[in-house]
């Protein structure tokens, strides 16, 4: 049973702005296709690779600087800037035909990432702030993401439907634009004391960067976790979107049909559909119930504990890689992990940073997932094309191996 407090929060406004931004965010109808999609046109698994990293290099150089220009010009503003960014995207990989668009595309999309992470997370905790409701905070974010799961859920349907009835998969690219034009009309919405602006600071950009570089090297707190996670992320990153090539390869490899009334592909394509639908519906409770899960718990017992059964998840796909539901079970699960531990990252880092700088500070733990996936992308995407995916999984155990050390520290 939810508190007074809870479910005050839960029929509060604003809040529920919040998570209809993160519903909109996530209405990208291509997803579960997108790789497929590259695959299509040409473009092999390596330099798919070469376009993840290249979107990375984007985000990993704009991240800080978005930051500061948030928590300095406003916060608002540079969401305007953000979802810009992503509509031209959008359209740049409408007219893709070659590597050359599917790199400018990558460019946009890895703008709108830079000026969208973190910037709106600090504006969910300013508000949380103002209204006294900062011990909450893993159960708004916990509810926000789930919202915009649940977004990504209903993407994959309708994504479906789009699929099987237009004529050119490009053209899911253009339907994407209207929630993106929905959600800038939404964050007009917004109060403006969520803003933040902060003209009259008399830090510059430098002092900023310095002052925030100074804090991570003293907090070893901080420091390990922005570590872990930026591992993490990044390879979560780069595994949910695999799922696309490995399920390919068994659905058309053992010509498995779901419906005998469609092609080949477009049974691959509702599948696909349906298993990003299934894993985003059940990332979305597993979000919401992040608290739960936390309990008594301190944030880095649970990050400790999630980090090790994701490592355990790894070495399991990687000998069963060749049976359609054993993979989609253990990526289910991998999923569960990482929307159970979101909320409580996000948790734990507030409680290390400024609440001037929280945007700064989670934009630098973006840059740090878009710094591992710059390596991680083109040297697995080799390893996929010449090796096969399991081998993947393996160095991929290994290295959560070998990192999980970093949350031996002292909460």
């Not at 996670?229 to 990153?237: L, M, N, R, W």
């Amino acid at each position: 049973m939810l508190n007074k407090q809870l479910k005050e929060i839960k029929s509060d406004l604003q809040i529920k702005k919040f998570c209809f931004y993160g519903f909109l965010k996530n209405l990208k109808f291509f997803e579960p296709y997108l790789l497929i999609f590259l695959m299509g046109k040409g473009i092999s698994l390596f330099e798919i690779g070469i376009l993840i990293a290249i979107r990375e290099v984007i985000i990993n150089v704009f991240e800080i600087p978005s930051g500061f220009i948030a928590d300095y010009f406003g916060r608002k503003k540079e969401l305007y800037f953000c979802f810009n960014f992503y509509i031209i995207s959008f359209i740049c990989f409408f007219y893709t035909n070659s590597f050359f668009m599917a790199t400018a595309a990558m460019v946009f999309f890895g703008l709108g990432e830079a000026f969208r992470s973190g910037t709106h997370k600090a504006m969910i905790y300013t508000y949380l702030d103002s209204k006294g409701w900062q011990t909450d905070k893993t159960f708004v974010y916990g509810r926000t993401r789930a919202f915009s799961l649940m977004g990504s859920a209903v993407s994959s349907l309708i994504g479906i439907l789009l699929i099987l009835n237009v004529t050119s998969v490009n053209t899911i690219f253009l339907f994407s634009i209207i929630p993106y034009i929905l959600d800038f009309i939404l964050i007009l919405s917004y109060p403006q004391f969520l803003d933040c602006a902060d003209k009259k600071a008399k830090l510059n950009f430098k002092d900023m960067f310095k002052n925030s570089i100074v804090n991570f090297q003293k907090n070893r707190i901080l420091r390990n976790i922005l570590l872990e996670d930026g591992i993490f992320e990044a390879t979560i990153s780069f595994i949910k979107d695999l799922i696309q090539p490995m399920l390919e390869l068994i659905v058309l490899g053992n010509g498995i049909v779901l419906l005998s009334s469609l092609s080949a592909e477009d049974n691959l394509n509702v599948i696909l559909g349906f298993v990003y639908t299934i894993l985003n519906l059940f990332g979305s409770f597993a979000s919401k119930k992040s608290y739960v899960v936390k309990s008594n718990r301190s944030n880095i017992q649970c990050l400790y504990i999630i980090h090790f059964l994701l490592t355990v998840s790894m070495a399991v796909l990687a000998l069963v890689s060749k049976n359609p539901f054993l993979v989609f079970g253990i990526y289910l699960f991998i999923y569960l992990l990482f929307n159970i531990r979101k909320p409580i990252f996000v948790d734990e880092v507030d409680e290390h940073i400024e609440k001037s700088a929280r945007a700064t500070a989670l934009s630098v733990s973006s840059q740090l997932k878009s710094l591992f996936l710059i390596i991680f992308a083109p040297v697995l995407g080799f390893i996929a094309d010449n090796f096969g995916i399991s081998v993947i999984m393996f160095i991929l155990v290994f290295l959560f191996m070998v990192t999980l050390p970093l949350l031996k520290v002292k909460d």
